[in-house]
C-alpha cells in the first residue's frame, strides 16, 4: 500500500498513543490493511479509510495487526457509535473467508446490506417510519388545532384512530395522492404531538389448526430435543409431506422461547404463497431477505434481525449474513437446491454456511428436502446429521403414479406423443389441470438449414441462439445476443427448419390441437415480475387455466390442488450430460415436478416422454424410490472418487486471446505441484487444464483446472498460499480468474 507522509494526514499517529487497527476493505486482496487511530475501536466497527485514491467503507477486525511503528494512514472516520458486526458475525466472516480462500473484504461486503456499503451512520429505519394518533388528545381538540393546516388535517383524517401505517401505506390511499410530501406534512404532525411515531405492534401467533401425524411428530420431537444446541437434521419427506408445517412447528416453539428463527428457500420458491404461508401464521413478526428487494427494505430486515424483532427472517441464499441476534434455529428448505450455491464474485454455499453458523450459534438445523443431497445424506451415513422420514402424503393425497413414454416407439410431433395428447385430451374432457414440464424457453433451442447444414450459431459463445418465435428473434441464452430472425437460410436461401421444443412451441401446438383449452405459459419471458407471477398463480388456483406450459419456474414450492397431471416433455439432455452431479439432478428435478401432481384431493399422475425408458435412473424416478437412487448413486461416487468422497476445487481462468487461460492456469498447476510437494500434501490430485466444455462464452475463453483431494483439511492447506501467490502472479484485467471451493457445476 502507498503511504502518505504523517506531515499530510489530518490526523496523526503518535507511536506512544496511538494504536493500529487492522481493517477487512472491500478489494480483490486476501489481505486486511493496518490503519492508524488514536481511539479504541472494537471490532466489528465500521471505519471510513483512505485506500489508493479512494475512501473505503471497511470493517475493523479482532485481528492482532502487524505491530510495525512504520507511519500508517490514519482512519478518517469511524462511522457508527457501535460494532455493525458482531462479535460471532466477525468470527463466521473470517471462517467463511478461509474456507473459500475469498478475501475477506470481499465477504464482509456481501454481507452488509447495501447502505451500509457507503459512508453512511447506522440509523434506527423503525422511528417515525410508523405512525399513530396521539390517543391522548381528543379529536376536537386535534380538528381546531389544525385549521389552518389543510394537509395536515387531511392526512391526520386519513389515520383513522387506533391504526398504525406507515407513510408508503399513507401514500397509497386515494384520498391522498395530491397531499404533496408526505414526510414533511408529517413530520409537522408529530411536532404538533397530534402524531406519534411508533413501531408496529408486534404480531400474535395462529397456531396450527389440524394436528400432526404420528410421523411429523416423531420427526419433530427429534429435531426439539436438540434445542439449545447444536445438531444437523435431514428432514427427508417425500413432497407434500408436510414438512413446512414441521418447521413452523418448531419456529413456534423458537418464539416463544423469546428466540429468533432463519428460514432459508431456494430463489424460485419464495412465491407470494409461501411468505403469506408464513405471516398467516406469525403475522408482521416474518421479514423477508432476498435481493429482489429494494436497499432500503433490505436495510430494514438486516437492522430487525440484529435488535432481535424480526422473529423470523425468511430469505434466499443471502439470508444467511442476516445478523440474527438471538437465534434460536435455522431452517434451509430443499437443502439440495442448486440455487443456494453463489455461481460469481464470492463462490459461498448458503447451506454449508448455515452448517457453520448453527455450530457457531449453537442452535440446531433442519436441512429438509424431498431429495436430500448426496452430501446431507452421507453426514447421515457417518453419523454427523441424524434424519427424521416422512413417507406419506399428509390427508389422503397419494404420490402419482408414474408412466414413462417411449419415444423410440412413438416420436413426439412439436415435442408431443401420441399418448400424451390422448391423456391430455382425457384430462381437458374431464375438467382437470395439467402441468406440462419442459424446461426450455422459447420456440426452438436451434434454428438450421436442411440444405447446407447452417445453424442459428451465435457469433460470441459455442452454443446455438434460441428461436423466440412471439418476437421473431434469435437469442442466445449464454450471452444475451438478439438477432432478427432470418427469412431464409442466409447461405443458400432455402426454408429453415426448427429442431427441438421450448415452451413456445408447445404452447403454440396445444392451441393448434385443442383450441378450446385455456393454455398458460410458465417461463421467465412471461412473467418478468413477481406481481405477473403472483397474478398468474391466482388464475391457476382459482381454475382459470386447464393446461400449464412451464420451465423450471413452476417445478418448486408451488401448490396447485388442481392439478392432477404432469406431462414432462423432454428430461433425456439431463442423461448425457458429462458433470458427475447429472443424474443427481435429473433425479431431483423430476422427483420435484412429479410432485406437482395430485396434491389436493383428487389423484394424481405423471407422464415421462423419453429415448431411455431403460435407463436405471429412469427406473427409480418411476418408482419413486430414493432410497435405491441414493445407494446407487452412492456406489458410482465412491467409485469415480468424487464428492462426497473426495473434496474439490476449480481454478478457473477466462480472456479474450484463445490460450491465455491455459496458459495462465498451467502455471498456476505448476505452483500447486509444488507447494503440494512442498507441504508433503499426499493426498493432493491436481489435473491438467483444459478448455471448459463450453469454451468461448461472451467472446470470452474459458479453462479450467481442477484439484481434488481425499482430505478436506490437506485441500485447503494448500488451497490458502496458493490463492496468495495466484493473486500475486496474476497479470492485469485482461485474464479473470477465480477460485471455487466445492463448485457444484464443472464448467
Ligand atoms: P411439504 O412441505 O412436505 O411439501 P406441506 O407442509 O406443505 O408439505 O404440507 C402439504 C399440505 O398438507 C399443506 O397444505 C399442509 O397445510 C397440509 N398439512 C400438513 N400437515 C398436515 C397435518 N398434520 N394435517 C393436515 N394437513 C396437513
Ligand atoms: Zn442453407
Ligand atoms: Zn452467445
Not at 93 to 111: M, R
Request: aromatic share 8%.
Amino acid at each position: 500500500m502507498d503511504e502518505i507522509s504523517r506531515t499530510q494526514c489530518a490526523m496523526s499517529s503518535d507511536p506512544e498513543n496511538g494504536r493500529i487497527v487492522s481493517v477487512a476493505v472491500p478489494v480483490p486482496l486476501r489481505r486486511a490493511f493496518d490503519y492508524a487511530t488514536d481511539t479504541d475501536i472494537e471490532p466489528g466497527t465500521r471505519v471510513l479509510i483512505p485506500f489508493r485514491n479512494r475512501k473505503l467503507v471497511g470493517v475493523v477486525l479482532p485481528n492482532s495487526p502487524s505491530a510495525s511503528t512504520r507511519s500508517l494512514k490514519p482512519i478518517l472516520r469511524v462511522l457508527d457509535g457501535e460494532p455493525a458486526v458482531s462479535p460471532l458475525m466477525l468470527e463466521f466472516f473470517l471462517w467463511a473467508s478461509g474456507y473459500y480462500h475469498h478475501p475477506v473484504g470481499e465477504v464482509i461486503q456481501a454481507a452488509l446490506p447495501p447502505p451500509l456499503r457507503k459512508a453512511v451512520a447506522l440509523y434506527d429505519p423503525d422511528t417515525a417510519r410508523y405512525f399513530s394518533r396521539n390517543e391522548d388528545i381528543p379529536d376536537d381538540v386535534a380538528m381546531a388545532q389544525l385549521a389552518r393546516a389543510p394537509k395536515q388535517k387531511q392526512l391526520y383524517r386519513c389515520l383513522a384512530s387506533g391504526q398504525c401505517m406507515n407513510l408508503n401505506e399513507l401514500a397509497r390511499l386515494p384520498e391522498l395522492h395530491d397531499a404533496g410530501h408526505l414526510s414533511s406534512v408529517m413530520r409537522n404532525l408529530v411536532k404538533r404531538g397530534l402524531i406519534i411515531a411508533t413501531g408496529r405492534p408486534s404480531g400474535v401467533i395462529v397456531p396450527f389448526a389440524g394436528t400432526l401425524n404420528p410421523e411429523q411428530r416423531k420427526a419433530l420431537s427429534r429435531i426439539e430435543e436438540s434445542a439449545g444446541h447444536y445438531c444437523s437434521h435431514v428432514l427427508h419427506g417425500i413432497t407434500g409431506s408436510g414438512k413446512t408445517e414441521i418447521y413452523l412447528h418448531s419456529i413456534e416453539n423458537c418464539l416463544e422461547a423469546g428466540k429468533q428463527a432463519l428460514v432459508l428457500v431456494p430463489e424460485i420458491s419464495l412465491t407470494p404463497q409461501l411468505v403469506e404461508r408464513f405471516t398467516n401464521r406469525f403475522g408482521n413478526r416474518v421479514h423477508c431477505y432476498h435481493s429482489g428487494m429494494n436497499p432500503a427494505q433490505r436495510y430494514r430486515t438486516w437492522w430487525k434481525a440484529r435488535n432481535g424483532t424480526a422473529g423470523v427472517v425468511l430469505g434466499t441464499r443471502s439470508a444467511i449474513f442476516a445478523p440474527i441476534r438471538n437465534l434460536g434455529r435455522i431452517i434451509v428448505d430443499e437443502e439440495h437446491d442448486l440455487s443456494y450455491k453463489q455461481l460469481d464474485g464470492f463462490r459461498y454455499h448458503a447451506r454449508d454456511m448455515s452448517i457453520k453458523r448453527a455450530s457457531l450459534e449453537k442452535v440446531p438445523i433442519i436441512l429438509g428436502s424431498a431429495t436430500p443431497s448426496m452430501e446431507s445424506m452421507e453426514n447421515v451415513q457417518t453419523g454427523k446429521y441424524r434424519i427424521s422420514r416422512l413417507r406419506r402424503r399428509t390427508g389422503k393425497a397419494n404420490l402419482p403414479e408414474i408412466e414413462l413414454i417411449d419415444l423410440r416407439k412413438q416420436p413426439a410431433r412439436d415435442g408431443l406423443s401420441t399418448r400424451l395428447v390422448e391423456v391430455l385430451g382425457q384430462q381437458l374432457a374431464e375438467n382437470k389441470q395439467t402441468i406440462l414440464y419442459i424446461n426450455r424457453r422459447g420456440y426452438a433451442p436451434v434454428a438450421e438449414c436442411p440444405q447446407c447444414q447452417w445453424r442459428s450459431s451465435c457469433d460470441r459463445c459455442d452454443a446455438y441462439m434460441t428461436y423466440h418465435k412471439i418476437s421473431a428473434r434469435l437469442r442466445c441464452h449464454h450471452c444475451g445476443r438478439i438477432a432478427r430472425k432470418p427469412d431464409y437460410c442466409p447461405q443458400c436461401r432455402s426454408e429453415l427448419f426448427f429442431r427441438g421444443a421450448g415452451t413456445q412451441r408447445i404452447e403454440e401446438a396445444l392451441g393448434r390441437l385443442f383450441p378450446d383449452a385455456r393454455v398458460f405459459r410458465f417461463d421467465r419471458d412471461k412473467l418478468g415480475t413477481f406481481r405477473k407471477l403472483q397474478h398468474t398463480l391466482e388464475s391457476i388456483n382459482s381454475g382459470k387455466a386447464d393446461i400449464i406450459v412451464g420451465t423450471r419456474l413452476i417445478s418448486k414450492g408451488h401448490d396447485f390442488p388442481k392439478v392432477t397431471l404432469v406431462g414432462v416433455i423432454n428430461p433425456d439432455p439431463g442423461l448425457y450430460s458429462v458433470d458427475f452431479r447429472a443424474p443427481e439432478q435429473l433425479f431431483q428435478e423430476l422427483v420435484q415436478v412429479a410432485g406437482r401432481a395430485g396434491r389436493g384431493k383428487d389423484p394424481g399422475r405423471v407422464l415421462i416422454q423419453t429415448t431411455h425408458p431403460d435407463n436405471a435412473y429412469m427406473e427409480m424416478v418411476r418408482h419413486q424410490q430414493f432410497d435405491d437412487f441414493f445407494r446407487i448413486c452412492r456406489e458410482e461416487r465412491r467409485t469415480a472418487r468424487v464428492p462426497p468422497f473426495s473434496h474439490m476445487a476449480l481454478w478457473r481462468a477466462e480472456s479474450r486471446r484463445p490460450e491465455a487461460g491455459l496458459e495462465f492456469l498451467e502455471r498456476i498447476r505448476r505452483q500447486g505441484k509444488n507447494l503440494a510437494i512442498s507441504m508433503n500434501l499426499t493426498s493432493m490430485q491436481i489435473m491438467d487444464p483444459v478448455s471448459s466444455p463450453m469454451e468461448r462464452m461472451d467472446d470470452r475463453y474459458r479453462a479450467q483446472l481442477l484439484v481434488k483431494s481425499s482430505c478436506r483439511g490437506q485441500l485447503h492447506r494448500v488451497l490458502a498460499p496458493w490463492a496468495e501467490w495466484v493473486e500475486n502472479a496474476s497479470s492485469g484485467k485482461r485474464l479473470r480468474w477465480s477460485l471455487d471451493v466445492d463448485p457444484m457445476e464443472m464448467c
